[in-house]
């Protein structure tokens, strides 16, 4: 079959197909380019070797079980941490955490730059029919949106301030908006702003006029980590700030204004696919507008140039 | 009266009578000195000049209005934040972070560590009868303690590590017993975390016993920016490290092990003298053995040189 692979360079290729007899196998239809794809063809995700990809949909082409035969032909995703299921993390609940996990994509497991995926049972999502196929490609990064909303409560009467205008800025946007939480999205394009606003979110691009210490929750989406102090600056006392974005390189940071006003930082990775879907049935929104570009799977380097432009915000290739 | 003053040098001198027609005096019986303190004398809280000393207990003197008479002659502390009660953080239920608020010994207000001193009606607090004088010396830094609990749920089940074995890592330990949570406080004197276990608490001297990603919450009372780091590296996925520390000086910091393994951190400063107070009564703990030396004022030098020795704990100032 034809995939994306990086090894040390990302190249297209002709891959035996996958095969692992326990696990199932989906031809894959579309997978979106992730910054987290990017930083791994920029050799910032230390150790990757192989397929890339992990925000997908695709059709169940075979199973492992009998038991399974219900799932052929299922429009499908998949939860993107594969877990062992016999560590003390996955024993208390923690699979996404797994000690021994393999990550589609991202950790010691091939992804879906590729005509065919092999995935764990266990990790397969079956997609409504009354989701489309282009809010399907946002599944995953939807799900990260909502893990927020599993870490903090969020109100009607809190002030919240998502920095950063990009892809996931505006999914933790759309996903916030039903709380119906006074809500601002600070970020650097007009244009990008102007989506946000006609999807009635209010957005901007001079970040001066936005006073300091008065929002009760600031979420960093930018991957700046000039944006992580302004976060700290921002958020008021006793408020929290959600770390959404990781950081290339480490900076340098006093913790005396978290201790002093009492800031809580959370962490937020992944989330679950299941309440990305319950969002998509229930909000209906058209994520369309986020994709810039498409390509075939055979112009994948072309995809992944494109995705590093500054005009651009979600690129899909298109596998079959 | 007598007095210690910090004006670029700690002094001892013969200060006027403070005197502030709005708010109550208070004859000091006796004033423990913190680390903060000893931050002053340093210079590393900028700005500050004046009387220092936060932790203290006395009797009331003098009242401004008649309504407060039953106050005159009764043992009492006070609240250290002193809040303007109009601005938007007041006006939120954030006294204690109010944007113009002084802070006894800390912040634009003279301190205790004087024969008299002079606080907001609003701020005192009156200790109950059951109460001993010692235990009294220590709700200010109890409050701080406890102020965790309002923070994070700490249920018995948790897996808890205390980072330090000084004073506060003391009080930590001993407000969190009652919690029945599983416990370990990590040290590096010997005689410390004998003092610890002569109450009933686990604590190691050795850490290299002590395995990472197996605590639920992980509180870092030590004040080393070595120990944040160490806290990221014990606390499990998921799981909370809490900051009781202001450290002098930034350091380098890459938050991506916070994102990655959804980590919370909390700032903890401090916290309600009610609580400290229901615990001083519920408990009935006996903190006398917290108490290394003590020093009459006209000796205030010697007492503050004493508190930063190694071998010793809380040094106290008898004011009277």
């Known amino acids: 079959m034809n995939a994306l692979q990086f090894i040390k360079i990302l190249t297209t290729f002709e891959s035996p197909l996958p095969s692992s007899p326990r696990e199932l196998l989906i031809r894959v239809s579309s997978a979106g380019i992730c910054n987290t794809d990017i930083e791994i063809t920029r050799g910032y995700v230390p150790g ?38 016999n560590c003390s993390f996955c024993n208390q609940g923690l699979s996404r955490h797994c000690r021994n996990r393999t990550v589609i994509g991202i950790v010691n497991r ?20 009354t989701i489309s196929d282009n809010n399907s490609l946002f599944i995953e990064p939807l799900a990260a949106a909502l893990e927020i909303q599993e870490q903090v409560k969020i109100l009607p009467e809190h002030e919240v301030l998502i920095l950063g205008d990009g892809k996931l800025a505006h999914l933790v946007a759309l996903t916030l908006k039903p709380t119906g939480c006074r809500m601002k999205v600070s970020g650097r394009h007009e244009w990008k702003a102007q989506l946000l606003r006609d999807r009635g979110i209010d957005a901007l691009v001079n970040r001066q006029d936005i006073p300091d ?67 998509l049935e229930k909000e209906r929104p058209d994520l369309s507008y986020l994709i810039s570009k498409r390509f075939p799977l055979v112009e994948g380097i072309a995809a992944f140039a494109a995705a590093q432009q500054p005009d651009v915000m979600k690129v899909v290739i298109d596998c079959r």
Chains 1, 2 share one sequence.
């Open 213 to 279: 210490r008065v929002f009760d929750i600031v979420i960093e989406a930018s991957g700046s980590p000039a944006a992580f102090q302004e976060g700290l600056a921002k958020v008021k006392p006793r408020g929290t700030l959600v770390l959404k974005s990781t950081y290339v390189q480490s900076f340098s940071f006093n913790p005396a204004s978290v201790v002093v006003n009492e800031i809580t930082l959370i962490g937020s990775r992944c989330g679950r696919f299941a309440a990305a879907i319950a969002f």
């Open 110 to 129: 091939d992804g879906a730059f590729a005509e065919y995926i092999s995935v764990p049972v266990e990790n397969v999502v079956l997609i409504p029919d």
């Open 48 to 85: 990757f070797s192989g397929i890339p990809g992990h925000e997908f949909f695709g059709y169940v082409e075979s199973v492992p079980y009998p038991v399974h035969n219900r799932l052929i032909g299922k429009r499908v995703t998949a939860e993107i941490n594969c877990a062992c299921g």
